[in-house]
């Protein structure tokens, strides 16, 4: 009996640990399913941060490629300085650093290849910006990257890496492109650039259409005989042709003109050239914008219409004078902000403010649908010529080194930036009939620009442009960043592929072979150098030409536009020029009041003027020291010295060139400082003293 009892305690005791056992693993299971999932994800993220990490520093050391890259060129360039050699500009340097390490980075560096997790069939009839995938009921969202050659499949881990040191090329537009174009306006001689104004205007706007038209009806030619001769690899239509005639007719003779600046050549010769780049770049911009607008009615969007080229015409003339006005119009309110508020008080916010207002000009201009390269171009002609007065010295000083320090690292990022695509980009394409017909039609377009214009100008102006000035403005038509990102921005298509790299070489050549080539050819046109900007006067007259009579240099349209800006926009913007209360009418004196601000009433009879090149009216009286110049209206000009009789007119001359001199006109006395470094003026006879 006992033993029955026993056997049954010890049975229980089995069959309760049985269950207890089922029950754990029972337990166990449900704990490692669900516990399954949250693994997972954790692997997931720990996967996807180390994926994050590793993007972080290879983006680090893509931008430490560029910075090296900018160090070496600014070594570089200190050591031909100090050489003297002048036969490289730091741009084309730049561009050769940039496609040595393209080279490393295309043939020298191949990451390993992971294609494990790369799915290669998933097939979609189109390509989509954005895909999402539903991987186990979680969606992920994919961005389209581009375009992969089929037998680059296997190097994906390449491709990536190369694509990395690719930028967006909003990144040009919106950052790099800014700086230079305000540059350009800002630090533009404002004396020499109105003095050409009828010149420029002609070669900027009227010669960059005809080169635009010229290049695109050559290029169309040799697109069809590459049609024929079955060269042709895809669509290439009469709108892409002058699509490509616009970007290559943006000049930016960069190198050309540092070299110009260091030897001092021709002032007038200076300012067509760099008034021309100036303009141009603007115009060719919007051309190109007209171009790609061109939307004939019908299925065909590449035939001729009459109405669909009004509309494109009228959309230029819109986009144009809206960017224009849009630019003076962000001038003008930074001018009043800086006058009637007590910046200049604060230096540092100061220049913060003008830093920002002239950037966002670009921004704004973009936003509102206009061009920003005008609008900023523009502005910072018109900040210039107001605001800068308004702005403490500290402001001034400091406003001139940033843009010129932001100009010379954006330049020359982008021209680096030029030689790295040439092997980094992913779908060049490189036709040699293109190429070819490509370098023939931008020297046909450039003459057809250059010597006909110079041929109608020469009809009307009294300084002629010289044929050797003629000469080095076609050798001098280089092509460079407005160029290229006009080429690079929409690489979409095949006919814009081919572009994109023509361009390039284009670019490369007019650097590296006419840029290099400035200074023999300035020999070989016996183009004279080492003319100072401020004794160009005194050199005309030594050639027979009295420069100092005003209405013979001056359109009566500019001496009105000085006299309207002398007596009202200068006094209502800044706090230079007469006060308001002695030139606007009686019944304006509390409006006159308000606008004057006191510094006006303080500076009374003295206007800081550098860039009014004696644009004035009818009856001037010069005064140096003793001796007084009266000027009529015919341009002769009388001098009285009650000081020393027998002073001649041309001694008169040399001795108003040099120094500070005072003009007084109407009453109001205005003093024009010269440079300091100016040589002083030694007569070499003796005075007579009364």
């Known amino acids: 009996m006992v033993f029955k009892v026993t056997v049954n305690s010890a049975w229980r005791a089995t069959r309760t640990l049985w269950l207890l056992l089922l029950v754990s693993l029972s337990v166990c299971v449900c704990v490692c399913r669900a516990s399954s999932p949250q693994e997972d994800s954790a692997m997931e993220n720990i996967v996807t941060e180390k994926k994050a990490e590793e993007s972080h520093r290879q983006d680090s050391a893509d931008l430490l490629i560029f910075i090296l890259l900018l160090t070496l060129t600014i070594l570089t360039i200190w050591l031909f300085k100090h050489r003297r050699f002048r036969f490289l500009h ?70 990536e890496m190369l694509r990395k040191v690719t930028f967006d090329p909003e990144v040009f537009f919106n950052i790099l492109l800014p700086p230079i174009i305000f540059h350009a306006g800002y630090s533009l001689k404002r004396r020499h650039f109105f003095r050409n104004m009828g010149s420029i205007l002609a070669y900027a706007f009227l010669g960059t259409v005809i080169s635009c038209f010229v290049i695109g009806l050559l290029m169309y030619g040799c697109v069809m005989l590459m049609k024929q001769v079955g060269q042709l690899g895809g669509e290439f239509f009469f709108t892409d042709c002058l ?125 509102c649908g206009f061009t920003g390269v005008v609008a900023v171009l523009f502005c910072g002609i018109t900040q210039a010529h107001y605001t800068y007065n308004n702005l403490s010295p500290e402001s001034q000083e400091r406003t001139k080194q940033l843009f010129e320090l932001l100009n010379f690292l954006a330049e020359n990022f982008i021209f680096s930036y030029m030689g790295l695509t040439l092997f980094t980009f992913q779908s060049h394409i490189f036709n040699p009939m293109f190429i070819v017909g490509a370098f023939l039609a931008v020297f046909l377009g450039r003459a057809a620009n250059i010597y006909p214009l110079s041929f109608l100008l020469n009809l009307g102006r009294r300084n002629k442009i010289r044929s050797n000035f003629q000469h080095m403005m076609m050798f001098a038509g280089l092509r460079g960043a407005m ?91 800044t706090h230079s020029g007469p006060p308001l209360t002695a030139t606007l009418p ?105």
């Open 586 to 690: 009686p019944c304006c004196g509390p409006l006159a009041r308000f606008l004057t601000s006191p510094q006006a009433y303080e500076n009374e009879g003295q206007l800081r003027d550098d860039d009014s090149d004696l644009i004035l009216t009818d009856d001037i009286n010069l005064t140096y020291g003793d001796i007084t110049v009266n000027t009529d209206a015919t341009g002769a000009h009388t001098s009285s010295s009650p000081a020393f009789g027998g002073a001649t007119s041309d001694d008169l001359d040399r001795e108003l060139t040099y120094g500070d001199h005072e003009l007084v006109m109407r009453g109001t006395r205005l003093v024009l400082p010269m440079d300091d470094s100016e040589p002083p003026f030694t007569d070499p006879r003796p005075r007579l003293r009364m």
């Open 243 to 367: 699509f490509f005639g616009a970007i290559v007719s943006a000049t930016d003779p960069v190198t050309v003109l540092a070299i110009f600046n260091e030897l001092q050549v021709d002032v007038d010769l200076y300012a067509l050239l760099f008034g021309e780049s100036v303009l141009n770049d603007a115009v060719a911009i919007v051309l190109s914008s007209s171009i790609v607008a061109y939307q004939p009615e019908g299925d065909n969007s590449h035939t001729f219409e009459a109405m669909a080229l009004l509309k494109s015409f009228g959309m230029f003339l819109g986009v144009f004078s809206g960017s224009f006005a849009l630019g003076v119009a962000t001038g003008v309110v930074t001018a009043l902000v800086t006058k009637f508020t007590k910046l200049r008080d604060f230096q540092l916010l100061e220049t913060a403010l003008f830093f920002l207002m002239s950037w966002s000009t670009f921004l704004l201009a973009e936003a």
């Open 483 to 573: 160029t290229f990102a006009l080429s690079i921005r929409d690489t979409a298509t095949y006919a814009r592929k081919m572009m994109f790299s023509t361009t390039l070489l284009v670019v490369f050549f007019t650097v590296w072979i006419c840029g290099g080539g400035t200074t023999q050819m300035l020999s070989c046109l016996h183009i004279r150098v080492g003319v100072d900007s401020d004794q160009d006067n005194s050199m005309s007259m030594a050639e027979g030409s009295e420069r100092i009579s005003t209405k013979q240099e001056s359109v009566w349209l500019f001496r009105i536009w000085y006299n309207f800006d002398h007596n009202y926009l200068k006094p209502i913007l």
């Open 90 to 159: 730091e741009t084309g340097l730049a561009m050769i650093y940039g496609l040595i390490v393209g080279v490393i980075l295309r043939y020298g560096i191949h990451v390993p290849r992971d294609i494990s997790n790369v799915t290669l069939s998933c097939l979609v009839n189109a390509s989509p910006a954005t895909l999402l995938i539903n991987v186990s009921g979680k969606f992920y969202e994919y961005t389209l990257k581009g375009e992969i050659n089929p037998n680059q499949v296997n190097d994906v881990q390449d491709n």
